[in-house]
Every structure is written in C-alpha cells, then in structure tokens.
C-alpha cells in the first residue's frame, strides 16, 4: 500500500464549478501538507502547505488538514479553464525535509 | 526569478549506455532531490542531497547513482540504461529547515531508452 493515496482522475467540471480534491495518508509522522499543480510538459509549482492540522486559504483555494482521519483536501473555488492540471499532494515529516508525494489527480475545468 | 535548470528536455538513449542528468539551481539551496515520475504512481524519490558531496538513498535507487561535488549542481547518472527507466525525471531544490517548505522543480527530462 502507498503511503500516500490520491485518486487520479481525471476529474471534470464545468466551469465556475468548486472542485474538490482529497488525499489519504497512513503515516502519522507527516507535519507538512502540501499542493502542488503541474501544467503539462512542466515541472510542478507549490500552490499551498500548510503545518499539522487546519485549514488554510489563498484567494480562489482552500486547503485543509485533518491530521486525525489523516486525511488532507483542496477546493478550488468559482474554477477557471487556466486551473486545467495536475494536482499532486505532498508530504513531509519536518520542513526542509524530503517529500512523499501522491499520484496526482488530472483536473479538466470546460468553459 | 528562482531557477532550477535541467540540461535536456527530452533524451533517447540505447540500453546499457551511461546517461548523465544534469541539474543546477542558482537558490542557494542546501536540498537538492531527484524524482521519477510516472503515470499513475506520482513522483517517486530516487536521491537526495543536503549537502555538497552529501546523499542519501531515496525510495527507488536501484539502477541510478548520483554526484553534487558543487551546491548549485546535481547530477543524476544511470549506469547502464534499461527499458524501465524511461521516465520523466523531475530536478528539484529546497532550503535546508524550516525555510524549505517549498520545494522548487525543474521543467523535467523525458528520457527515452531504447
């Protein structure tokens, strides 16, 4: 089993729609969350972490943790085509540290 | 502008040859990684380093060794390239503490062997 789980999609929706992207994970010394999104033929970008447990918000994404269920999310809000990618979770046990990252789910938002 | 550069885009090489990955980032960063990625399975750790002539074995090292005798360079090296390494190989740099949340990659190498 992999430490950490993540449904690949691909998810579609239209657009102005709230997508909801979730991952599971087994090992509870992970402190740091992470998302991270990856436009094809590019390498991925950092869009949020956050530590331990709570939620967090950036504009358009929420991210939250829920370090009990081991169990992290992001939602993305009013979805644009340009959100189109490939969300890949990721994890650590300290900052600095190596990260432990999901499959990847493939998002697809329509005009 | 942070930078994490990887040498080549895409690379196709014949079985059993020695193929060098180079990677090198203009950050300063004390953690330097390399991943594989592939369909399905995400990013997967092959190697780090956290220091100059400094590694540690990720998840999949089998098949692949690694040299950082600078801080800004990190290469890769499969000594004798198989089918199953075809991959994307994915560079990335990161502060060494608690600044190094955030983890910056490279645009990735997609190797071919044949």
């Known amino acids: 089993q992999k430490e950490v789980e993540q449904d690949p999609g691909p998810l579609s929706v239209p657009e102005g729609a709230i997508v909801s992207l979730n991952c599971t994970y087994s090992?509870?010394?992970?402190?740091?969350f992470m998302w991270y999104r990856q436009y094809s033929r590019k390498g991925p970008e950092l869009l949020m972490y956050?530590?331990?447990?709570g939620n967090k918000e950036d504009g358009r994404f929420t991210a939250q943790v829920d370090k009990s269920s081991k169990y992290i999310s992001l939602f993305i809000r009013d979805s644009q085509p340009s959100d189109s990618a490939t969300y890949l979770c990721?994890?650590?046990?300290?900052?600095?540290?190596?990260?432990?990252f999901g499959g990847g789910t493939r998002v697809l938002v329509k005009p | 502008d942070v930078k994490v550069t990887q040498s080549s885009r895409y690379l196709v090489k014949r079985t059993g040859e020695k193929v060098f990955l180079e990677c090198v980032q203009d950050?300063?960063?004390?953690?330097m990684f390399w991943y594989r990625q592939d369909p399905g399975l995400g990013l997967r750790l092959i190697y780090f380093?956290?220091?100059?002539?400094?590694?540690e074995k990720g998840d999949i090292p089998e098949g692949y060794s690694v040299s950082r005798e600078k801080k800004e360079r990190f290469s890769l090296i499969l000594e004798s390239a198989s089918t199953n390494q075809t991959s994307m190989y994915l560079c990335?740099?990161?502060?060494?503490?608690?600044?190094?949340?955030?983890?910056?990659f490279g645009q990735g190498t997609r190797l071919t062997v044949v």
């Open positions: 956050t530590y331990s447990s």
């Open positions: 990721a994890m650590s046990r300290a900052a600095g540290n190596k990260l432990t």
């Open positions: 090992n509870s010394a992970f402190q740091y």
């Open positions: 950050m300063d960063h004390e953690n």
């Open positions: 990335a740099s990161s502060l060494l503490g608690t600044g190094g949340t955030e983890a910056f």
């Open positions: 380093s956290y220091d100059v002539k400094m590694k």
